[in-house]
């Protein structure tokens, strides 16, 4: 949380009201351009020699409080925010809001949460409040705190793609996957060329356990974006976990297809074959990861060499493994176990 609302800048600063006097409304003046040059300590004395002379002490407290947080002075910084309420008598609205940032930075979450929430009774329509009031919610620990706060947002404008993704999360949070679900619908009937909600869909199911309705929700978003290698991966994951191996070898065969160099999925590929026992599928699925730097990949030369040793088949034990040595010249422990093999011929 590094901003403030978008209703509030941080850079904000109040200049001094026609009718005080000309003295401080200089010092004012002189200390907002100290403040915009980012010569924040001066700024502060020209601020406090400004209140001296009758300058807004509302105006001086807030413009004070934002120079202390520039420098990092966030304990500093609140206590000249919470001047800054006192002198407008709550109502003024910034300083709620810029004190509340201070104290998630401080992680003083409890004060943070008060504080937004009287900020938000002057400001109920910024959404961005909403969102940080529902983050510092989370780090609390209160997850229904969290949704409210969201759903508010959401209320306000759910147009705003990273709102449905914040409430589906926080949905998902409570374990209400029912309405997460229906979130990212709701967004992707609103938004159709974000098919990354499709994508988003087959992770809520997945994580639901719910391989079916995951899978087709990747295919889904598949049959739009068709080379995706990545959602093709996540397909072929639930695939796996759904016990439907096989199916999965083949989308995975198509993603090495697509893109050679995706060496995590002929990684993926080639131990799924070597589980079935389709070694010359698992073979070049692993030559193909090591044709890429994938180092992975001597695990699986070695495993399949030696099931050939094991099975009294030290000829395709060393076939495979100078294989390996192909592409892994100077792994050490491939030039063991050649010599292994060899010595033991």
């Known amino acids: 949380m590094t901003k403030f609302p978008r209703a509030v800048l941080l850079s904000m600063i109040l200049a001094l009201p026609a009718f005080a006097a000309q003295s401080a409304a200089d010092l004012m003046d002189r200390a907002n351009a100290l403040y915009k040059e980012g010569r924040f300590k001066q700024a502060i004395t020209l601020y406090r020699k400004a209140a001296d002379r009758g300058a807004d002490p509302t105006a001086v407290s807030f413009n004070i409080a934002n120079s202390y947080y520039q420098t990092e002075k966030y304990p500093e910084a609140a206590a000249s925010y919470r001047k800054a309420v006192d002198f407008s008598n709550g109502t003024f609205s910034p300083a709620l809001f810029n004190m509340a940032s201070v104290y998630f ?3 003083q979450y409890p004060e943070c949460v008060a504080a937004y929430h009287r900020a938000l009774k002057l ?106 290698v990545n959602t093709m991966y996540k397909l072929a994951d639930v695939l796996v976990e759904d016990n439907k191996q096989f199916v999965a070898m083949d989308i995975l065969n198509n993603v090495v297809q697509i893109k050679p160099d995706f060496v995590d999925a002929a990684i993926f590929l080639g131990n799924l074959a070597y589980d079935a026992k389709f070694l010359e599928r698992a073979e070049s699925a692993y030559e193909l990861a090591a044709m890429h730097g994938n180092a992975e990949a001597i695990y699986g030369f070695k495993n399949m060499a030696y099931d050939a040793h094991a099975q009294k088949r030290d000829d395709e034990a060393l076939r ?5 040595q192909k592409y892994y010249p100077n792994d050490a422990t491939l030039q063991a176990d050649v010599l292994d093999i060899e010595n033991a011929e």
């Open 105 to 107: 930075r401080l992680k």
């Open 123 to 228: 400001e109920p329509e910024n959404i961005s409040g909403w969102l940080y009031l529902g983050e510092a919610y989370s780090k609390t620990g209160d997850k229904i705190g969290a949704l409210k706060a969201v759903e508010k947002a959401y209320a306000l404008d759910k147009s705003d793609i990273s709102i449905v993704y914040q409430l589906s999360e926080a949905n998902i949070a409570v374990d209400d996957f029912g309405r997460a679900v229906a979130v990212i619908r709701e967004g992707y009937t609103a938004h159709p060329e974000e098919i990354d909600f499709l994508v988003y869909l087959g992770d809520v199911f997945r994580l639901h356990k719910d391989y079916e309705q995951s899978a087709g929700a990747y295919r889904e978003a598949l049959a739009v974006r068709p080379d995706d």
């Open 320 to 324: 495979i493994l100078r294989l390996a």
